[in-house]
Nanobody, 123 residues
Framework: QVQLVESGGGLVQAGGSLRLSCEASGRTFSSYIMGWFRQAPGKEREFVAAISRSGTTPYYVDSGKGRFTISRDNAKNTAYLQMNSLKPEDTAVYYC????????????????WGQGTQVTVSS
């Protein structure tokens, strides 16, 4: 079992930055691919970014490339999502997830999910 706890969300003006953190319990953190998803009101949960088990290979949704950076520190059992140049359309609840997905952008491959952290970007 892995428990995930997100933090770092909040209210920020357009163009601002936030750094989300996802702390995992347990000693198997490094065995999981970590992903970040988001869900806006009335919309489906969508993929934002994922990172390989070693942390050497990141993957991004097209809308996040150049603005978002995913990273992880396996010694601290923590994954991060640095978000820069935020836009109002980035407003959503952001979730971190852990698993061994065959398709990184699909929610079904992630076994464990955090409770989410709200990100609100004002125009």
């Amino acid at each position: 079992q892995v428990q995930l706890v997100e933090s770092g969300g909040g209210l920020v003006q357009a163009g601002g930055s936030l750094r989300l953190s996802c702390e995992a319990s347990g000693r198997t953190f490094s065995s999981y691919i970590m992903g970040w998803f988001r869900q806006a009101p009335g919309k489906e949960r969508e993929f934002v970014a994922a990172i390989s088990r070693s942390g050497t290979t990141p993957y991004y949704v097209d809308s996040g490339k150049g603005r978002f950076t995913i990273s992880r520190d396996n010694a601290k059992n923590t994954a991060y999502l640095q978000m820069n140049s935020l836009k109002p359309e980035d407003t959503a609840v952001y979730y971190c997830a852990a698993g061994s997905p065959s398709v990184l952008s699909a929610t079904r491959g992630y076994n464990y999910w955090g409770q989410g952290t709200q990100v609100t970007v004002s125009s």
